[in-house]
């Protein structure tokens, strides 16, 4: 047997043959495929744009831009040969006026005043624009007072070789102080994480800052780049989605002297809702991540990028610690930097594991209904009924006992009835009369309370059960100790009345 080693990228595959030929008889092995990445790990986009026809001259219209964006070699080379052209261009035009002057038959004369001394030919008309341009005054050729349109030419050179200094010079200054540089020195983890944290499952990268000058006002924004397909059918690819990191806490605005960990929950607002161990295997994203801050020693605008793909991203995984208490200052390990390891995390969704603790454990539902201070009895009993009774029902059943016909006016109203039913329902007749009256003038309530039967009211409560009787107290004295002063008085009048 004998090993062959192939590279195909950076990745290597060892494929073992036989010299017999048998070998050749098994299928070869299959290339991995490189993922194409919207944003590479340098924060390089991978986008060209093409096909542009007119819109070309857009970019002339802003040509110290257009500059600024080229490349180092053509910058260079735009430099170079901007000023070669300018100064030919420009040592012609000083022998063009020798020569038709007849300067140069002339040069030797003495009593022969010249437009520009001692220029013999183009070599010397060419030294005599750069000692004028550069303003190196050897005082060996010089303009005479007798050549106006020498004149005219030195004033037009000063100014066309002020704004070419201007232009060049200014274009290349700024793109020597670009702060793409400074974002060589931020760190992204190669790896994102997602395991439990606070009970939360959550999504985790680690940035890191390695420089001792600080990012002011350093801010921290992903987005999600997935292709999906809406209900009407229109495919949007690399459609980009928000992933909140602290956005509404102001978690994302970061203090970047030491390596931070990125956290995003993942809840019901996250697009990673239902995603789990196992469709991470099939899905196919991208999560681009994008900081922001100023340059603390230039002040520029300062941004770097960098991106996780599905196979970036470990499942039940936590970052190793990195920031350890010396005497007298905390050190930072960035070998550790990257290093992640495993911890338990459960390898379902946050979708599937909330739909399983709903199915296992039913009576949670009334807790979750008195969690809120503004649930109606309403919202409870449709929580009641979706989570144990409707789940259980056939479908056409469910329609059947459904609300969803019913106005929500008339819902309210049944569902106040039904806490009133349920709350005197089990009380006597003459306990729930009473009850129904709470708000009704002292001469109606005598009216309605002639037609009560002449029994007194302990012996009513006596014959309540035994749990509704230690609630009321145990008896009619102790009740009417624990009643409210209006309603005291209200039995008071009541038993003189059937005394009459």
């Known amino acids: 047997m004998s090993a062959l080693r192939k590279k195909f990228g950076d990745d290597y595959q060892v494929v073992t043959t036989s010299s017999s030929g048998s070998g050749f008889n098994q299928p070869p092995p299959e290339k991995k495929k490189k993922r194409q990445r919207f944003v590479d790990k340098n924060g390089r986009c991978n986008v060209q744009h093409g096909n542009l026809g007119g819109e070309t001259s857009r970019y002339l219209s802003d040509l110290f831009t257009t500059l600024v964006d080229l490349k180092w070699r053509w910058n260079l080379f735009i430099f170079i040969l901007t000023y070669t052209v300018a100064w030919l261009f420009m040592a012609s035009m000083w022998w063009l006026i020798a020569y038709i002057r007849g300067d140069l038959n002339k040069a030797h004369n ?292 459904g609300r969803d016909g019913l106005p929500k006016k008339l819902l309210r109203m049944s569902s106040t009835t039904s806490e009133m039913t349920y709350s005197f329902g089990d009380l006597p007749m003459k306990l729930q009369r009473i009850s129904s009256v709470p708000g009704v003038s002292d001469d109606k309530q005598g009216g309605k309370a002639s037609k009560i039967s002449t029994e007194p009211i302990s012996k009513s409560v006596a014959d309540l059960p035994p749990k509704l009787q230690r609630l009321a107290g145990g008896g009619a004295g102790r009740m009417d100790g624990h009643l409210p002063p209006k309603l005291r008085k209200m039995n008071s009048d009541l038993t003189l009345k059937l005394k009459d």
């Open 110 to 401: 003495d009593k022969y005043t010249p437009c520009v001394a001692n220029v013999y030919n183009f070599p010397s008309a060419f030294l005599f624009f750069i000692e004028t341009e550069a303003t190196i005054g050897y005082g060996y050729r010089y303009i005479t007072d007798k050549c106006p349109e020498g004149i005219i030419l030195f004033l037009f050179q000063s100014i066309l070789g002020s704004i070419v200094d201007a232009f060049l010079i200014g274009c290349m200054f700024i793109k020597m102080s670009q702060p793409k540089k400074r974002a060589e020195t931020l760190m992204f983890s190669e790896h994102a994480a997602i395991s439990m944290r606070d009970g939360k499952l959550t999504l985790m990268f680690r940035v890191g800052n390695l420089r001792n000058s600080h990012m002011v006002s350093a801010q921290i924004r992903c987005k999600l780049l997935k292709s999906r397909q809406t209900p009407e059918g229109e495919f949007l690819p690399l459609d980009q989605l928000e992933l909140d990191v602290g956005f509404s806490t102001g978690a994302d605005q970061l203090f970047l002297v030491s390596p931070l960990t990125i956290c995003h929950v993942i809840d019901t607002k996250s697009p990673f809702y239902d995603l789990s161990q196992r469709s991470m295997q099939t899905e196919q994203f991208e999560i681009v991540v994008i900081l922001e801050g100023i340059v603390e020693t230039t002040g520029m605008t300062c941004q770097a990028r960098t991106s996780y793909t599905e196979d970036e991203v470990l499942w039940g995984h936590r970052f190793f610690p990195v920031i350890s208490l010396e005497e007298g200052f905390f050190k930072v390990d960035y070998s550790q930097f990257h290093a992640t390891f495993e911890v338990p995390t459960p390898p379902y969704s946050v979708k599937e594991q909330e739909e399983a603790l709903l199915l296992s454990s039913p009576l949670m539902a009334p807790s979750l209904c008195n969690s809120g201070e503004k649930n109606s009895s309403l919202d409870c009993l449709e929580t009641l009924e979706d989570n144990d009774s409707t789940t259980k029902l056939p479908t056409k059943l469910q329609k059947i006992t």
